[in-house]
Structures are given as C-alpha cells and as structure tokens.
C-alpha cells in the first residue's frame, strides 16, 4: 500500500516537472526587447522592475538594454524596431513635429511615427527645483542676480527649461543677469560642491545620487516656486508645455524624504517645482493581451516599485490624472487599449483624452 502511495506521488511529481517544462517553454518564447536609460535612474528602475514582475508572472521574457539614448530608442519603439520603452513625453511630441532631434524625418514621417507610440502606465521622471549651499547666502529666487547658477549640460531640453524657470521665478536672464554654468551630467555634483556654480536650477530626485553626494558637503536649501507666480496663468502655461506638468507636495513629505541637514523653504507648507512627465511605451502593434498583462503586472507591484529607492515614492506612480500625468493636450501619447483596459479594472478612470 505504502509502496503504491510513493509511485503515485512519483507519477505526479513528475507530471507536475513536465507542465512546469511545458509551460516555462511556452512563456520562454515570448521574448520582448526593451531599452531605458542610465542604471539608477527611476525609468530604469521601473524597467528592471517590469522585467522581473513579467517574468514572475510568466507573461513574457523581457530582454533590457540599459544605458542607451532615449532619443534614439523611442524612433526604434515607434518604427517596431524593439517592444518597449520609457523615457519623457516631450520626444514623442517632437517626434510627430519633426522638430528637434527628430528635424530629419520630416513633419509627415514623424508625425507617422509619433502615433505608433502608445503607453502602459505614466510616472513623473524628474522635478525641477533651485537649491544651493546654506554658505552661499542665497535668500531664494529672487536672489539668482549677479550669481553663477548651473543650468544643466551644454545642449537639450533641461538647460533650456532651466533658464525659462530662472527668468520667470527669478526675474534673471542668463548671460545678463547671472552667469550660466553648463556641464554634463555626470560632472553637475561637483560643479556644486566645488563651487563653479553658487546655485541650481536642476531636475532632481527626493534625494537622488546627487543631491545625496552634495549634501555630504555641507547643509542645503531647497526653495519651492513662489506661490503666486505659481498660481498664474502664465506659469500654468510654461509649466504644463509637453513633457511637464505642474508640481505640487507637502513640504513635510518632502522634508521626511530629504533628512534633516536640508532645509525645504516654502511660504505655505506646499512645496512647488515643475515635474518631467513620461512613462513606459509600446508600440501601438502589441497584442491587447500582452499590453493588459505588463500593466497590470506594473499595478499589482506599485508599493514594492516605490520602496526599490526613497525617492520613487515622490514620482506618482499609480496617478493616471491627466495634469499630474502630463497627458492629453498638445502630448500625442494615448494610453494603449490594453492598458486602459488594466486601469480601469484596477478602478481608475483613464480620462477619454488619453484613450486611443
């Protein structure tokens, strides 16, 4: 009898062996390539958490390049050279102008390529801010005149959103009312530490690796945007131009991210900044199926992607609001049907601006 017992549960453990087999090689030819950004970064992050979420769910093997250039790869997603990628909204919008990196396609192929590309779920990237060294004695931003201020690298969006903040928060144009300071990213730290620049008006993270690396240095102020100006409909204007949106948070949440050596000013309690908006893309080709199982792999996980590092729990995951999103209006990115169709099981409302 005990013998008989221990062949059939040897016949089901073997059968249970041959369906995983099975079903393991099954999943394993569903193979999607996927590119991001820079290691550490919150689209890579979010990245290399979509991979092992789909592939703990058995909805797909992603292949994750990191490191790469998102204007290069978000032409390859909407050209269905590869399956998946994250990176901000304002490319897409220059993608279908035909304008700026993308002047080469031309307004009519780019704007044919533009709309082949279709999200699964937004996040905010980055947030703009001014900051500087408590030594400095810098008063806030109305006190950039006559002072170095980082603007960001020699070229691209950031320096030229740097300066528009800087003029319409501070009342300072560059090169004639402050010195700009431009350097690549990888040597923005220590233009602050070393004091080639006295302040910064840059993207930044609640803390990310820089800010981190800076405040080693000594302690720092963070100035929210002023509220009136704020609140005007010209800086709703300049603030919510594609790929940004206004940003707004209780300065005790941002506090209790920064640690006490910073110093969070705001008039209010309400710390303002302007947010980078983007996501994670696909080519619109993809199977409503697969679309439906990456999303809802990515809400199932949204309180284990925002512990990975501090400061993801800042960037909105799980808000598909189109003014905190970034989306509808002049951004030609629709949320995928597969997509929608997670979210709104999920119980949000996926506005019809953002449907395709």
Known sequence: MEEKLINRLKKVAVLATAATFVTTAATAQVNLTMHTAGSGTPVALTATALVEYAADRDVANIQLSEGKVATNYLKELAEGKIDIANGPFILPFLMTKGAGPYAKLGKEKGAELGTNIQLLYPYTLAIFTMYAYNAKGISGWDDLKGRKILNGPPRGAATGNSRALAQFFGGAKHGQDYESVTVNWNQASAAIVDGTADAAVLTVHFPGPRETRNIAAGAMTMWSMPKDKFESDAAQKLLNKPGSGAYV?????????MGSDWTIASEDGTFRGMAVTGGDMVNK???????????????DNLETIQAIAPFLSTLNYGIVDPKVAGLCGPNPVKFHPGAVRAWEE?????????KP
């Open 249 to 257: 948070a209780p300065v005790s949440f941002i506090q209790s991210k």
């Open 285 to 299: 080709s993809m199977d409503e199926e697969m679309a439906y199982q990456l999303t809802k792999a990515h809400i």
């Open 346 to 354: 999920a119980g949000h409302k996926i506005a019809d601006c953002a």
